[in-house]
């Protein structure tokens, strides 16, 4: 079974849920799943929060369903009894943390200084939500985590947005982005679901930021290679040779030998490969992984580049890490 924390990475993005009304949680999962985001976090700032998880996971019953604003153990122990499969909070409880350790229960307690965050590493937990993010110094905050802490991964809500949620989705301790901008009360109260599946679909769209940045050029040797470059020189495209290949500025690819793709090659840039992988995964798309480039050390998370197993109007499409 995938590890919870890899399915938290590849949503991306966890709805955090107030709902008054247990009776519209089934409809409010459906929307959700149709929009691409299969989770929740359902907080227990509402009477009816447990009653909603359990209404969710029945009517959604492959969704990733958790608790939020989990502020005590009694709350905790009541959300995994309705079937929580996370307790997320809002600031750090030494005792639901505890309590989450010895029980098993994946947790996410709620972090927004250094000290927060010692205090969780100290008990063993390193995937911390940021609230409230946006006022904390978003994005660059938790770049600035990532040099004391890099054993730590954040899912950072308050504020996020539309707007906002590539910029945090390409930061490699990012392990997920949460809010409720795609639930709001009147949504959910006005029943709007295929607003809602638009709104994820939007989110979804916008935090991976697929875009293309260089096409390749298959030639068939290295000659006719330098040929196509010089070619390319006329439009003041500047030649740079790698080992396998020249670039014509940086839009341009010409592959010397065994350039994939019927026609060429596509460089489709994303915010996260992994994440886009698990995106494209029910369309049919696997990764090649024998082209596998890491950021970092070989075979070691996150990905760089990876070329997909099937073709796209005749085109090869490698990923590219933001
Ligand atoms: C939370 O509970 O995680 C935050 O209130 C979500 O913040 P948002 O409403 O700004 O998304």
Not at 135 to 145: A, C, E, L, V
Not at 191 to 202: F, H, R, S, Y
Not at 209 to 237: P, T, V
Request: net charge neutral; aromatic share 8%.
């Amino acid at each position: 079974m995938a590890d919870i924390y890899d399915t938290f990475r590849d949503i991306g993005i966890i709805p955090v849920v107030a709902i008054e009304d247990a009776s519209k949680a089934a409809d409010l999962a459906h929307a959700l799943v149709k929009g691409g985001l299969p989770a929740s976090e359902v907080t227990f700032r509402t009477a009816c929060a447990a009653e909603a998880i359990e209404a969710m996971i029945k009517a959604e019953p492959n969704m990733l369903v958790g608790a939020g604003t989990v502020l005590n153990v009694e709350q905790a122990e009541r959300a995994v009894k309705a079937g929580a499969k996370f307790i997320v909070s809002p600031g750090y409880n030494p005792d639901v943390v505890d309590w989450c350790i010895k029980n098993n229960i994946p947790t996410m307690p709620g972090i927004s200084n250094p000290s927060e965050i010692t205090a969780c590493i100290n008990k063993g937990v390193t995937h911390l939500k940021l609230f409230p993010a946006e006022r904390k110094g978003g994005y660059k905050i938790i770049d600035d985590f990532g040099g004391p802490f890099p054993q730590c991964t954040f899912m950072p809500t308050g504020g996020v947005t539309t707007e906002n949620v590539g910029e945090y989705a390409k930061r490699k301790n990012i392990l997920c982005m949460g809010g409720t901008w795609m639930v709001k009360k009147p949504l959910i109260e006005g029943e709007k679901w295929d607003e809602i599946t638009q709104i994820c679909k939007d989110a979804v769209k916008a935090m991976h930021n697929f875009h293309i940045d260089h096409m390749g050029i298959n030639a068939k040797n290295e000659e006719e290679a330098k040929e196509i470059a010089k070619q390319f020189e006329l439009f003041g495209f500047a030649s740079k040779f790698g080992n396998s290949s020249i670039f014509a500025s940086e839009q341009v690819e010409i592959m010397k030998q065994n350039g994939r793709g019927t026609c060429g090659h596509i460089s489709m840039v994303c915010n996260n490969v992994e994440r886009a992988l698990a995106f494209l995964k029910p369309y049919g798309f696997s990764p090649v992984m024998e082209t596998a480039k890491w950021m970092g050390k070989e075979n070691a998370s996150p990905l760089k580049v990876v070329y997909l197993d099937k073709e796209v109007g005749g085109f090869a499409i490698h990923l590219k890490r933001a």
